[in-house]
């Protein structure tokens, strides 16, 4: 067997039709400069195939799935902060799916074959490459669990009211190195 052979697989990226495509993409063009959070760009997106809920808040600049939008799932009142990206699929790893009242946060990358669970925060700048439990807050690359929610963070709550009900989860606390000792001959020495 030669290399080629062992490397080829048995995956296949399905054809992308090139008059939806460029339709799909000249939508998210659109959708990414658009005014209207809860009208226009949700309106573009939906029309590029995104199924997506009532009440959703969608950023400037936000990328839904540019060859794949019908592989994403929005349920009601989900906010996408500006810039955020949701990719959908990469070869056989297929679908995202975020469930009411998640928030993602500035910047997140959310990656394919995730479940965002309801009421769940993503941190600005976080990677999402695997799913989150529902109030559940996650950041970092990749996301990890930091705190849980006691209330999803919507559009008519306080960013105060939020906060008060978080509950870190229980983390040890990164301790830093003792620092060394410098003797009077000048050599150092730790304790």
Partial sequence: MNTSQLMAG??????EAWL????????????RVAPGAQTLRVM???ARGVKIGKGVWIGYD???????PDLITIEDGVAISIRAMIIAHFKEFRGVRIERD??????????PNVVIGRGAVVK???VVSQSVPAMTVVEGNPAVPVARCGVPLRQ??????FSRALKPLNSPVPTMPEKPKISSRGTARIG
Avoid: C, M, N
């Fill in 20 to 31: 939806r495509g460029f339709y799909s993409r000249i939508l998210q063009i659109l959708a």
């Fill in 44 to 46: 573009l997106h939906r």
């Fill in 124 to 126: 600005a700048g976080s």
């Fill in 62 to 68: 936000v990328v839904l799935e540019t060859a794949r």
């Fill in 10 to 15: 048995d995956w296949k990226e399905p054809k």
């Fill in 102 to 111: 998640v928030f993602i946060g500035p910047g997140a990358i959310i990656l």
């Fill in 156 to 161: 008519d709550l306080s960013l105060k009211a």
